[in-house]
């Protein structure tokens, strides 16, 4: 398989006709307000609405492909603050391409700074390898 974009957005949408995909809102970047009294320093639950979607393709025209993709966020002192989240891809049949949506309802963030979005597939069982990073820079009012 073949690892061709990722994005985080605040939706997706899937037309069901035409089986198109609308991305509203793409985020590369959020501001928060330290809330009084909250320990600086310390992981905090932000309420938020997001999608993540990747999108994957097969590697060989004629050869059907199944594989696990998982995600983590990453702060930006190393700890994983997400997941890993785990899900099944198929490209079977005739399908040529597959989109994997994972819709985050509230994240944990550990102060400013670049946390990363960890995109894994499973290339043999239970070996990961990184399909791609993605930033998310988080400032603090």
Request: proline content about 7%.
């Amino acid at each position: 398989m073949r690892h061709v974009w990722s994005i985080l957005c605040t939706k997706a949408s899937v037309d069901e006709l035409t089986k198109n995909i609308s991305l509203f809102d793409t985020i590369e970047e959020v501001q928060l307000q330290r809330l009084p009294g909250a320990p600086p320093g310390e992981p905090a639950a932000v309420s938020v609405q997001w999608d993540l979607v990747t999108l994957w393709m097969r590697s060989a025209r004629d050869t059907p492909e199944r594989f696990r993709q998982r995600v983590s966020l990453r702060a930006p002192s190393g700890r994983i603050l997400l997941g890993p989240e785990t899900s099944e891809v198929l490209l079977l049949d005739a399908v040529m391409r597959a989109r994997a949506i994972l819709r985050l309802v509230g994240l944990a963030i550990d102060g400013p700074g670049e946390h990363c979005f960890v995109i894994e597939y499973e290339a043999e069982p239970a070996r990961w390898q990184t399909a791609a990073e993605l930033p998310l820079f988080v400032t603090i009012l």
